[in-house]
C-alpha cells in the first residue's frame, strides 16, 4: 500500500487561516479530496492522511466528514491537550478514521515552554493510552525541546513533520546532528515532507535538498520513515509530482523491502491502517 501520510483540505476563509498571508496567494482557494484524488491516483497511491491546519475541533469534524469521500483517507485533527475536560472531549470526537492529534508547536510564542507544561504531559497520558499519534510540528530551534518531549512521552508512535523544518543553509549534516538523539528513538517517526517550502523564498534544487533525505535515511532508517506530500502547502514552491519525485528518486537506491517501507508500511503501521501493533516498541 502506498500512502500520502501529509495533506491538507480545507475552504478557505482569512479569518481561519491566518498563517496563509498576502504573500501565499496560491493557498488562498478551496482545497477539497475532489481536487486531491486525481493526484494520487497519479502517483499509485491508495491511502492518505488528512492534518489539521487550524486549531479548532470544528475543522477535526469537519476532516472527518471530507475523509469519507475517499476510500482510506484517516485524520489527524485537534484538540486542545490541556483542556481538563480532555476525556469527555475525547470521547465526542472518536471516530474510525481519526488517529491522531497535533497542535501548531511552532507558532506558540514560546515552543519550548508550552512542550514543558505539566498539563501538556498529562494530555498526552490520556491520548497516548488510547492509541492516538501525536504529530510534533517544531522548527529546527525547537528539535532539543521536541528531542526532551519525546523523552517523556514515548508510550506511544510521535511523528516529527517535515523533518523538523530544518535550517537548509546549514545544511544536512548539521541538521542530522540535531536530529540525532531524537532519531534514536524507536518511538519516533519522521514525515520526509515540507522541504520545498523550507528552502528560502521557496527556491530549491534536488542538489541542495536530497542531502537532507539522505541524512533522515540515515539517521532513522526508512522503517521509520514516511513519505508526505504536503499539498496543497507545498504549491509554493513545487507542484505535487515535484515533490513526490524528489523523494523517488532518493528511494530508487533503496531496497524494494525499503521502498515498501518509505512509501506505505511505514505509515500504515503507524495510523493503524493495517491493525498491527509494534509490540517491540509499546510492549506493557
Known sequence: ?????????????????????????????DFLPQDLAPLLGQHRLAASIAVQARQ??????????????????????????????????LAALRHPRLRGFRHLV????????????????????????QR??????VTWRHLADATQFAARHDRHWLVLDHLGKPDIAR??????EQVAELAAMPHVVCKLSGLVTEAPHGQWSRAQLRPFIDEALARF???????????PVCLLAAEYHAVAQLVDEAAAELST?????LWGETAAQVYGLTGENNESVFAG
Open 56 to 89: 479548532s475541533a470544528a475543522e477535526t469534524q469537519q476532516l472527518l466528514q471530507w475523509a469519507q469521500a475517499l476510500p482510506a483517507t484517516q485524520v489527524v485533527g485537534w484538540i486542545d491537550v490541556t483542556a481538563a475536560d480532555l476525556a469527555p472531549q
Open 257 to 261: 523491502h525499503e521502498q515498501a517501507a
Open 221 to 231: 532508517g526508512p522503517e521509520r520513515l514516511m513519505f508526505g506530500s504536503d499539498w
Open 106 to 129: 511552532q507558532d506558540e510564542p514560546d515552543p519550548a515552554g508550552w512542550l514543558g507544561q505539566p498539563r501538556v504531559a498529562a494530555g498526552m497520558q490520556q491520548l497516548q493510552a
Open 132 to 137: 492516538y499519534v501525536w504529530e510534533m510540528l
Open 171 to 176: 545544511g544536512a549534516q548539521a541538521w542530522g
Open 1 to 29: 500500500m502506498r500512502i500520502d501520510a501529509h495533506h491538507h483540505y480545507w475552504r478557505y476563509d482569512a479569518a481561519s487561516y491566518p498563517w496563509i498571508d498576502d504573500s501565499m496567494t496560491r493557498l488562498q482557494q
